[in-house]
């Protein structure tokens, strides 16, 4: 999609729409799974070279853009703006102002990748995303939308194409600059670590 | 399931109405939440100043209608500036907690008026036995005046 990862500025990556009220500001978290209850994978844990800490980071940008490079160094307790990803250990607050009906949240996302993480990553990159919210009236319906870069999306003039599941719902890779659609891929760096360049929404 | 008993004595319940869809002009004497497969078991709050009653989900990519994880009933008492959330999960566990009330964290919209009939706000979490009888297996009194 359009200006994901660290290194953009952007606000319209990645959004969220309520079709009725919240009653609390919503929240982005990750998990090992959609029981919602351990973070051991090494997405979350981490290795030796990248310090031990989550690979994921996210920044809510509904209220503002962030500044380039945004990606936290260490995640913060709690929740934050901007913080690496870990169940409810580190997480984002996506906005300040409780949506309404017809409210959106926006975010974007970075993946750090480190040297020595395990390949292949089935099983260590394969957390779930997720929002919290709180409702006090009639359930809200969610529609998940991304900045589509394939339908000429850009920061001025996005592009929302709504996920579309598949049988085992929606996924976020990160990937190689060159990627495509039909063979999303990353390379792990020969040393040090390396934020994604590129990520892609898929339905398998 | 969320019960509110009215002041005047009669009761409405979710079933009825959505809680956004109270009267702020009828005050509550009590809330209570009953699970809604364990449905021997149900928490109360009553004596409050003011009262909530908030849905927990969570939902991930591409799903546009949320898992609920649990619900939660909360009342606040504006003289000692402490309120009490009960959270009951899916799975029947329940959680309670205090906070003081600046660090609420819902809309406002969501407080109900309360109306005390007794002095001292409590909480109670209650198991309706076989023959209806009900057994308390926690009460308390989080401000007492």
Redesign the interface.
Known sequence: MTGAGTGSSARNVYR?VFSQ?L???PTL?SWDD?T?SSTSKEMFTGTTVNGHIPYMSAVATTDSAPTSSWKPAVPVAGGATINRLMGLTNYVNLSTT?PGAGGAVRWNLNWEVPSDATVPSTNTMNG?????????????????QFNDFSAGGTEGAPSWTT???GSA????RPANNGATSSSVFFTIPTSGVLDAPAQW?T?T | MWTANLDGGDSVNSRMMYWTDLSKERKLTAVQLTHPHFQKLYICLKDYDQYYYVMEAMAYPGQSTPNVLAEIIGAQDLESGIGIEMKLTYQGNVQGSTYPLAKFKYTPAILIPGKRVEKAPSYSCVERGTNGEEVVISKGSVAAR
Request: aromatic share 12%; no cysteine.
């Open positions: 969220v009220a009653s609390a500001n978290e959609s919602f409780i779930v995303l997720a929002v919290r919210i709180s409702y006090s009236g009639a359930t809200p319906t969610l529609t998940w996920l579309t599941p719902g929606s996924f976020i929404v339905s």
